[in-house]
């Protein structure tokens, strides 16, 4: 059986199609030769584990590793420290069995602990046999524990990180580990409010050494691994077109690459619209691979939407982000944008906090839409009136503007400008949503959001429609902001484009109409 691309578990050079994170590993390995302490956060399916099974393997020659995973630990482990270090030495035998130049008064000790015979009651017994573990050794140690914030529900996991950081601390004066490298999602700096001793929260993470790699893969990695696939199906694709795609889509997020090709690899290709790899591997099945993927439930979305019940203050955050169209200030300390990012749903840019990447930024905008279009007009008359829009397979983008201006006016021709400027991008979402549900793929561009301002991308049968939202600020400003359409229709390569200006003034004249910026076309519609 040849590779496959993998969504599940960690990724296998020889049975994956992956990105090579040689680059990646050696920068991590210069902070193991440094002797660091440091901790890897980042959200769920984000390479983690797939980095540290590689970095163990780039190591193991140099250094002796001890690779746990504390999700392989039960609950029962936690309950006691007895209990704690039994599981714990359990652990590291069963990961370190290819270990041949243990000591055998170390490996008689842990198998004693791990059996009962040997009965430790206090952690410090625990690393005491640790420390002269690493003391005997002819290599230099070093720990690296996967998931360690699966355990942090549990005090002895507190315990646990005091003496690791104690031993680490004074490492010149006893032996220990050389050096400490902790994954998980969370944060350890973040786990502090499951613990009511402030002194016991801060001890033991103000060591950790910043980590900040990026994780994420690049344009020219998804190239190479596009590269890897097509030396084995020869599909003609035009790699450098669809990695920029894959990036632009997804902002490297490495479960939203994977999943991505493995859906034009294993169901596009196999479908009534592209019946092979030739056809599946191009523009078209790159967006048909994106609208599969918006509309399923997989392991990542789930846990996304968990967050958002987890973490109210979350939610209405990436509603002020998404809907309302507001700017939103980094500010360090501020929990709930920590929170955000932590999870990977955010990241900051020049000092800004915006959505990571077009998928999920218009997964949210889908969830969050459909919790208003229930009781929304706009959204409803969409939907009775779908299939007037399209016209020979395409969509008149004149038409839909035409009919939510008339809409629009009547609905909410009267509600104060307040609401309207916070809601007009949504409602032109709620309204436009249905009529390319199932054919279309829409985003909001993030090189131009802002509250007053926003460009909407619609992808509709290998045609795409820039569609520019604004706030109207005058006759200047306006003139401004055909202008700047223009300029970024060039970009896109296009001849047409459309206008959308949400006016407060008492006086302004309602209406649709076309006008010329240069050799471009603008429809301009006033609201």
Not at 224 to 250: C, K, N, S
Not at 481 to 489: K, R, S
Request: charged share 30%; hydrophobic share 40%; net charge negative.
């Amino acid at each position: 059986m040849g590779k496959v691309f993998n969504v599940s578990a960690d990724c296998k050079p020889k049975q994956h199609y992956m990105v090579n994170i040689d680059e990646r590993l050696a920068q991590i390995k210069d902070m193991v030769e440094c002797g660091l302490y440091f901790t890897i956060n980042r959200a769920r399916q984000y390479g983690k584990t797939t980095t540290l099974h590689a970095l163990e393997g780039l190591l193991k020659s140099e250094y002796m590793v001890i690779s746990l995973d504390f999700q392989m630990l039960s609950a029962e482990t936690f309950k006691t420290e007895r209990d704690f270090i039994e599981g714990f030495s359990a652990e590291i035998l069963d990961r370190t069995a290819d270990i041949t130049d243990i000591p055998e008064e170390i490996l008689t000790e842990l198998e004693g602990i791990a059996d009962g015979s040997r009965h430790y009651d206090k952690l410090s017994a625990l690393f005491r046999c640790l420390s002269k573990w690493c003391r005997l050794s002819p290599k230099k140690a070093v720990l690296i524990i996967d998931e360690v914030d699966s355990a942090s529900n549990y005090p002895i996991f507190l315990d646990f990180l005091a003496q690791l950081r104690g031993y680490y601390i004074a490492r010149d004066q006893k032996s220990t580990f050389h050096s400490v490298i902790l994954a998980g999602v969370y944060d350890i700096k973040n786990l502090k409010n499951k613990f009511v001793d402030e002194h016991r929260m801060n001890s033991p993470w103000n060591i950790a050494a910043d980590f900040d790699i990026d994780m994420s893969l690049s344009e020219t990695g998804i190239a190479g691994m596009l590269e890897d696939y097509e030396r084995d199906h020869h599909t003609g694709m035009r790699i450098e077109e669809l990695a920029g795609l894959l990036h632009a889509y997804t902002g490297g997020y490495p479960f939203l690459v994977s999943r991505i090709c493995k859906l034009i690899d294993e169901k596009i290709a196999r479908s009534i619209e592209f019946p092979n790899r030739k056809a599946a591997w191009t523009k078209e099945g790159f967006l048909a691979a994106v609208r599969l993927l918006l509309t399923e439930e997989n392991t990542l979305f789930e846990s996304l939407d968990n967050k958002l019940i987890d973490y109210p203050e979350l939610k209405q955050l990436l509603e002020e982000l998404l809907l309302d169209g507001r700017s939103v200030e980094y500010v360090p300390g501020d929990m709930g944008v920590r929170v955000a990012s932590m999870f990977g749903f955010v990241t900051i840019e020049n000092q800004t906090v915006r959505v990571a990447n077009r998928i999920f930024e218009t997964r949210l905008y889908n969830g969050f839409l459909a919790e208003r279009s229930r009781h929304n007009k706009l959204a409803q008359n969409a939907v009775m009136e779908k299939n007037q829009f399209i016209v020979s397979g395409q969509l008149d983008m004149e038409l839909v503007i035409r009919k939510f201006v008339e809409y629009y006016s009547d609905i909410f021709g009267t509600h104060n400008e307040r609401f309207l400027e916070d809601h007009g991008r949504s409602l032109f979402l709620l309204y436009l949503k249905p009529i390319i549900n199932g054919k279309g793929n829409y985003y909001v561009e993030s090189r131009t959001r802002t509250n007053r301002r926003t460009d909407v991308v619609v992808d509709y049968c290998g045609r795409q429609y820039i569609i520019e939202l604004k706030i109207w600020r005058g006759n200047e400003y306006n003139k401004s902001g055909e202008n700047q359409l223009a300029d970024y229709l060039e970009s896109y390569h296009a001849k047409q484009g459309y206008l959308i200006s949400f006016n407060f003034n008492v006086k302004k004249e309602i209406g649709v109409k076309w006008i010329q910026v240069d050799d471009k076309e603008i429809l301009e519609a006033v609201v």
